[in-house]
């Protein structure tokens, strides 16, 4: 189960700026939360004296909530993910087709998650989402 806050908000209160909003959840809240954490910066407000303000949360909650929606479930790659090692040979798996590695060869997963795939994606509670 997610940690039912994300950034300012818990999750009642998203589901509530939810329907304040009229937009239909068609998955799972708990993805949408990931995805707020990884790229909603709403547990980062900080100003530039150094202070967080819910009120600057709240704007930015309102503004993007929509977005974001679309965002969770457009952008989503995978789910239920362990890791990034996990990610990793499950992508080199399902997506790298030209490519099949030996089976006398060994593939550091983590290395490849670590060097190369983290920087294309964000992977958040179970999450995989892509970034660009």
């Not at 965002?71 to 499950?90: D, K, M």
């Amino acid at each position: 189960m997610y940690q039912n806050t994300y950034g300012y908000f818990a999750a009642e209160e998203i589901e509530q700026a939810l329907e304040d909003q009229g937009i239909a959840l068609e998955y799972d809240i708990e993805q949408l939360g990931a995805y707020i954490d990884a790229f909603g910066w709403l547990g980062n407000v900080e100003l530039p004296d150094g202070t967080r303000r819910r009120q600057f949360a709240e704007e930015a909650l309102a503004d993007n909530l929509a977005k974001w929606v679309y965002n969770a479930n457009e952008y989503l790659y995978a789910e239920n993910i362990e890791s990034g090692a996990a990610f990793a040979e499950y992508y080199l798996d399902n997506y790298e087709t030209e490519f099949r590695v030996p089976s006398y060869l060994v593939v550091d997963y983590e290395a490849t998650w670590d060097n190369n795939l983290r920087h294309d994606f964000a992977l958040v509670n179970g999450y995989v989402f892509t970034d660009n």
